[in-house]
């Protein structure tokens, strides 16, 4: 007789024989290229073979995910994911549909075809997966580490396989009593298996507790009770083991066979079979070791159709009953369970539907939760079995997709959401089925429900949307202008002011931005809605070039706020400061000439202008510097790029006579920004020139006796002075006569000396009078001298007398001759 964990490992082979594979093909990105398939139409490559357990037995059976995608974009019919299943696995037989095609597994294959109709209207970007079912057939006898296979030209990840060999503890040893089911899910059957122990109260054992006594008799009674059975023809049958075998894995087993049945007597109703038990023994036998019991051992079966398609009793899918063992008056009873298993398919058969529930979210200003959970409650028709509850999660690592087990067919399915966080987020949720149509909801106070009912053989999609707003509130800003040196803007000239805040999970804001323009001239603008609760950081866009000048600064007050009631009232305020773009040009002022002397004032006004040049943001301007002669140059700031012209017209200086400046390196220069222009300024001032007329001028008693001819030598001479040396010259002049001096340096004081005149006979010459005695040489003009010299006459001594008169024939001889000398030597100078 069979042992429980024999039993467990027949179920869990019954089970993968007879399970399917699931799959989802989802239209997302591009993943390797691994050729999975290359029949026509587009390839496919296999992206990954994941093992869900990374340690197992041998001969075990396991899940797999595959994922794939399709090796081109857009893609073509057919699209087929093809692999072979290499040695030591073997698939688990199964056919099922999925969303968008079919997939086939055999023991040696895997093969999934999409639906053409999808192909076509989605031919972006296919890719997907789908878990299947695996036999692991390694045969090993020690642990296998790092074990990995390759499907579809990628490896799997690496797994521990256990041996199943056994080592001890392998001989049969008899079984006890028990009953099990198993569930096939294409017929709605129910095989049921009543395990007859080989030992216990009432049962006479044989040979220690191996196997039963011959000459019992047995009757066992399963009434299904409650169930919605009916019991399908050839049943019930008895199987009996006589002898043991060893397996190829080591362990010795009871070998079955089926009881002939002119050796069971059946109830009408089928529901009870009564055997006698008989001798062990080994005939016929061909297993391994064949070792013969003393008496045998029994199981008996009965095959039932499950009525309600496999929509359960006493759980979803679920059945339960139990049987009565009789023997020599002793009842044993034992109860099992039998499943309809869902193994990662989808809808099978017209009893059975799933609902896919995928989320979506309508959020601009909002974070996205980072998953959602809803509950469910299923209600099965006629309340059998009864409801059943649980939840799941929805989130990125299910694609914010959720495909349920299946379900009866015309279940109800109520889900209900809380509304998700935080709770300053205003919420409302919406299901709509594969059609767009909305289904009608319950709204609690922080939930929502709603109820859908399931169909067989489809799988009815439904999305449920959330749309969240968070609190929003303006807030204001303006402009203020630091422009301290009256910088024209120009016209509708405005400034860009940003307000970014960062996500905050806490309160479900998401991240972003807003600008507003802010005039100018100062007014008040507002940014329409931020977030409540945000943390917003202000920030200016770099102004806009203003022509001719420079931003020198930006500041805003306050640089961040969290938007709040009390920020209500506070104003956001962008400073800028504007300077305009200026150089600057210095003037050296160097003063030359020999009248440079005579400058009283060294400081000269020296005049500049510059025109306006719009495309520069300048207007004309115009100045005077003071530049002083000899000392620190003067400077003046400018407009960059103003064109500046220079002039000068120095104030006259008497005795001087200005020549006309000299700018170096010119008088008409351009500006440079921050940079100076270093302009020299020459004035060259010449001396003046004047002079003094010396009038001369005879008289007294003997002036008449003086000669005609005669002249006169003045000499004059005047110290160095302002701009000149010192200097003398020689006059020459008669009586009743004017002459001129040269032109002579202003300023320079003359002193006059005559050398003494020429000695006239019988007269005598008083001291010269100078009028006046000294003269300072004016600017251009001529200063009158006036030279006077007495002449008197010496008394003549008495003479005696000879008797003779002379004089009346003498004098006026001479006479004549002294005017005749005086005008040849008047004529002369003259000429000269």
Not at 143 to 160: F, K, L, M, S, Y
Not at 256 to 281: C, H, N, P, Q
Request: a negative charge.
């Amino acid at each position: 007789m069979p042992s429980n964990s024999r039993r467990v490992r027949a179920l869990a082979r019954y089970l993968a024989a007879s399970l399917g594979a699931a799959a989802t093909v989802i239209a997302v990105s591009l993943g390797g290229v691994t050729a999975a398939n290359a029949a026509e139409g587009t390839p496919t490559a296999v992206d990954s073979v994941t093992f869900e357990n990374t340690t197992f037995q041998d001969q075990s059976t396991q899940t797999l995910d595959v994922s794939w995608h399709a090796t081109e974009s857009p893609a073509t019919n057919p699209v087929v994911v093809s692999f072979e299943l290499p040695d030591g696995l073997h698939g688990v037989g199964a056919t099922f549909a999925i969303d968008n095609g079919t997939c086939t597994i055999t023991s040696t294959t895997a093969t999934c075809t999409i639906d053409p109709d999808y192909v076509t209207a989605n031919p972006d970007n296919i890719h997907g997966s789908f878990t299947m079912g695996v036999q692991v057939d390694l045969k090993n006898h020690d642990t296998a580490t790092g074990q990995t296979w390759n499907i579809g030209g990628v490896e799997t990840n690496p797994v521990t396989v256990t041996s199943r060999f056994c080592s001890t503890n392998c001989q049969w040893n008899g079984t006890g009593a028990s009953k099990y089911g198993s569930y096939n899910n294409s017929n709605d059957t129910i095989t049921w298996t009543v395990q007859v122990p080989s030992h216990g109260d009432g049962f006479t054992t044989a040979g220690d507790g191996k196997s039963l006594e011959p000459g019992q008799t047995i009757t066992v009674t399963d009434p299904f009770t409650g169930n919605p059975f009916t019991i399908q023809d050839g049943s019930p049958w008895v199987s009996v083991a006589g002898c043991m075998t060893t397996d190829s894995w080591g362990y010795q087993s009871a070998h079955y066979t089926t009881l002939d049945a002119t050796e069971t007597t059946i109830s009408a109703d089928k529901t009870s079979v009564a055997f006698t038990t008989a001798a062990g023994g080994c005939s016929g036998v061909t297993g391994t070791d064949p070792t013969p019991l003393v008496g045998s051992v029994y199981q008996v079966h009965w095959t039932v159709k499950a009525e309600d398609g496999g929509k359960g009793v006493v759980g979803p899918g679920t059945y339960s009953n139990t049987a009565t063992i009789s023997v020599n008056g002793t009842d044993t009873s034992v109860t099992g369970t039998a499943t309809r298993y869902t193994y990662g398919g989808t809808a099978v058969g017209d009893n059975f539907g799933r609902f896919e529930l995928k989320k979506a979210f309508d959020t601009t200003d909002t974070l996205q939760p980072q998953s959602v959970t809803v509950d469910y409650v299923i209600n099965y028709p006629g309340d059998v079995p009864p409801a059943t509850s649980g939840s799941f999660t929805l989130g990125a690592d299910n694609n914010w997709s959720y495909l349920s087990d299946q379900i009866f067919k015309g279940s109800t399915v109520t889900l209900t959401e809380e509304n998700p966080g935080p709770a300053n987020v205003d919420w409302s949720t919406a299901l709509t089925d594969g059609n767009g149509n909305p289904v009608q909801g319950t709204t609690g106070p922080n939930s929502t429900s709603y109820t859908i009912t399931v169909a067989g053989n489809a799988i009815g999609n439904y999305t449920l949307t959330n749309t969240g707003t968070v609190p929003e509130q303006a807030q204001n800003a303006k402009k203020v202008l630091d422009n301290p040196d009256g910088v024209t803007l120009p016209q509708g000239t405005s400034f860009e002011l940003d307000a970014t805040w960062p996500d905050n999970a806490d309160l479900g804001i998401k991240g972003g931005s807003q600008s507003v323009e802010l005039p100018a001239d100062g007014t008040t603008v507002a940014f329409p809605q931020l977030p409540v609760g945000a943390n917003v950081t202000f920030t200016e866009k770099a102004p806009t070039d203003i022509p001719g000048a420079t931003w020198t600064g930006s500041t805003v007050s306050p640089g961040t706020l969290t938007i709040g009631p009390d920020t209500k009232t506070v104003t956001v305020t962008a400073t800028n400061t504007l300077k305009r773009n200026v150089g600057t040009f210095s003037i050296e002022k160097d003063l030359t000439g020999d009248a440079a002397g005579l400058v009283t004032d060294p400081t000269f006004d020296v005049d500049y202008s510059y025109p306006a040049d719009p495309s520069l943001g300048i207007e004309a301007g115009s100045g005077v510097a003071k530049v002083t002669a000899g000392g620190t140059p003067t400077t003046v700031t400018a407009p960059a790029g103003a064109v500046v012209t220079l002039s000068e017209n120095p104030v006259k200086v008497t005795g001087g006579t200005w020549a006309q400046p000299v700018f170096t390196p010119g008088a008409t220069f351009t500006v440079a920004q921050d940079e100076n222009v270093s302009v020299g300024l020459t004035n060259l001032i010449t001396l003046d020139t004047g002079a003094f007329s010396l009038h001369k001028t005879v008289n007294g008693t003997g002036a008449s006796s003086l000669p005609k001819n005669t002249t006169f030598t003045v000499h004059y001479s005047y110290p160095a002075g302002t701009g000149f040396l010192a200097g003398s010259g020689d006059l020459a002049v008669k009586a009743g006569t004017t002459v001129t001096s040269p032109q002579l340096p202003y300023g320079a004081v003359v002193t006059l000396k005559e050398d003494a005149p020429a000695t006239v006979t019988g007269a005598t010459w008083s001291k010269p009078v100078f009028s006046p005695s000294t003269v300072t040489i004016g600017d251009g003009t001529t200063a009158n001298v006036t030279l006077t010299n007495t002449l008197t006459t010496i008394p003549a001594p008495s003479l005696a007398h000879t008797g003779s008169d002379v004089s009346t024939a003498v004098i006026p001889a001479a006479a004549l001759l002294v005017a005749g000398l005086a005008m040849l030597l008047l004529m002369r100078r003259r000429r000269a």
